[in-house]
């Protein structure tokens, strides 16, 4: 008789990705979930796999100028434009709390050039409290943001200059808004990133015909939200194809079936976004129904699920001389 499988009762959630080992899969994304503090009243931060607090630059930043969210129809276009206070106020007035809130904490940063990008990151060696770097070379609100995100050389010297002044894992966190999205990524792959962070928003905007003007006051912005997951989707699945470097998937991702198709096409791990405003406990209400999910396809750990899409060998279409269409 063969031997019959047993699933553990409590599937294990832990995942690792290059050197950074999480206990869970879910994570939350920069820029929706402020610096932790502002969500702790909702949720048990100890529960995350992870928090990516809000990008942080070298000098404090205002940001853009309003309107800098607009709600679309099945997402959330955003031109924010990295506000926050700088590198020394997140030291002095975020880490503190971050750092005792039982969750590891992944530091967003985002330098206008690959020497500020190494400032940063030189900056933050050997700061207690922190698990890891996610570059920020995918912000689609600055000038010059996107530019290092969308030239593979860019953005392997990003991560090897990151590399080379930091002990921490280095995630580079890749935008959309590219041709070829595993040039990209080789880049950062070639560069000696542990991971990769695929997606950051997609370029949109929104216009009041009326008055014929644009909504956002930076005119283009971000899009996030349901709209993007089959962007994000494909990003996952096409660098998981292709390259080895472990991926975390974010975009539009609401519900644990969401979690569990970013599971199936790549990603070791998840970043739960622009849900968490309109479910601020979306992360732990997706982690709690984890376990279910992975005892559904008789997984006894989340490395039984990630990448094990099955993919047509062909196209199923069938031949040209059988087709009806056009008849
Ligand atoms: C209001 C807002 C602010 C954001 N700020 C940042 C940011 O500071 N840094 C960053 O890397 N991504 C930022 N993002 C992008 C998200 O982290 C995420 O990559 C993107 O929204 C896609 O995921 P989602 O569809 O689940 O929101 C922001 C997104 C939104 C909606």
């Keep these: 008789m063969p031997p019959t499988q047993t699933v553990s009762s409590s599937p294990s ?75 020394d106020a997140f030291l002095r007035k975020q880490l503190p709390f971050l750092r005792d809130c039982g969750a590891p904490v992944i530091v967003s940063i985002a330098g206008a050039s690959q020497p500020e990008f190494v400032q940063l990151a030189d900056r933050l060696e050997g700061v207690p409290g922190i698990a890891a770097l996610e570059l920020n070379i995918s912000c689609p609100n600055v000038s010059h943001g996107v530019d290092l995100g969308t030239d593979p050389e860019m953005c392997r010297s990003v991560v090897a200059g990151v590399r080379g002044v930091t002990r921490l894992p280095v995630v580079a966190k890749l935008t959309p808004n590219v041709t070829d999205i595993v040039a990209i990524a080789r880049g950062a792959e070639d560069g000696g990133a542990d991971a990769v962070t695929l997606i950051n928003t997609c370029q949109g905007m929104a216009i009041d015909w009326r008055r014929r003007r644009p909504l956002l006051g930076n005119v283009i912005g971000g899009l996030s939200g349901p709209a993007i997951k089959p962007i994000a989707l494909r990003c996952v699945h096409q660098v998981r194809q292709r390259l080895r470097i472990p991926i975390i998937g974010v975009g539009g991702i609401m519900t644990i079936d969401d979690c569990m198709e970013f599971f199936v096409a790549g990603a070791s791990a998840v970043q739960v976004g622009t849900a968490s405003f309109a479910d601020p406990v979306a992360c732990t209400r997706m982690l709690d ?39």
Excluded at 67 to 82: K, P, Q, V
């Design 13 to 87: 959630l832990a995942v690792t990705l290059g050197r950074l080992q999480l206990t869970n899969p879910i994570l939350v994304a920069s820029g929706t979930f402020g610096y932790g503090r502002e969500m702790a009243g909702f949720v048990d931060l100890r529960r995350l796999g992870g928090i990516v607090p809000k990008t942080i630059t070298p000098l404090p930043r205002q940001g853009n100028v309003p309107w800098r969210t607009i709600e679309t129809a099945a997402g959330l276009l955003n031109s924010i434009g990295l506000d926050n206070d700088g590198i």
């Design 289 to 327: 129904a984890l376990p279910a999910a992975l005892a559904e396809l008789h997984a006894a750990s989340m490395a039984d699920v990630i990448g094990t899409l099955a993919v047509p060998s062909r196209p199923s279409c069938p031949p040209p001389e059988t087709t009806t269409h056009g008849r």
